[in-house]
């Protein structure tokens, strides 16, 4: 059970604060829901209590973990399929996981991919929704704003 203030990720949206617990009436039933304020686009996002562990909601990461994301985004970019759709398909899985870890590798190897030939509309998309759950995380663990964690991102990819 999270706490009102805690810092929780929501796989495929990105970091947030829980802000409130609510019980609110959706279609006839009566549940609780977190209340949770995204820091980057002014979103809150409402998630049911008791499908937590179903979702995969977990607590941000330390700045240990940080350190070990910013590593991952100056390694080397990793072997992916040629095939764009399969490669398309390994990428959604690792974003789908809410594995910061996997989330930070998609996004280098996207930038490094797109620095050598552009990417297709798909992966543009790909990139920048996996970059923006990257830079929610960062932002709330290392208390920055949404330009310095993006620059945090853009300086560790440059710097390979």
């Known amino acids: 059970m999270f706490n009102i203030g805690d810092k929780v990720v929501y796989p495929m949206h990105g970091a947030g604060i829980i802000e409130g617990i609510e019980e609110k009436e959706i279609l006839g039933e009566k549940r609780k829901y977190y209340i949770m304020q995204m820091p980057i686009g002014d979103m809150k996002v409402m998630i049911p209590v008791d499908n937590v562990e179903e979702i995969g909601i ?4 330390d700045r240990e973990d940080l350190e070990r994301v910013i590593d991952i985004l100056k390694g080397d970019s990793t072997k992916m399929p040629q095939n764009w759709n399969r490669r398309y398909r390994a990428n ?5 996981s809410g594995d910061i870890f996997e989330i930070a590798s998609v996004v280098r190897n996207l930038m490094l991919r797109d620095a050598e030939k552009s990417l297709s509309t798909g992966e543009r998309k790909m990139l920048n929704s996996a970059k923006q759950m990257l830079i929610s995380e960062i ?3 290392s208390d920055s704003n949404q330009e ?3 620059r945090i991102i853009d300086e560790s990819i440059k710097s390979v």
């Open 139 to 141: 932002v709330l663990v």
């Open 58 to 61: 977990r607590e941000i990461i």
């Open 92 to 96: 959604m899985e690792k974003i789908k």
């Open 148 to 150: 310095e964690a993006e």
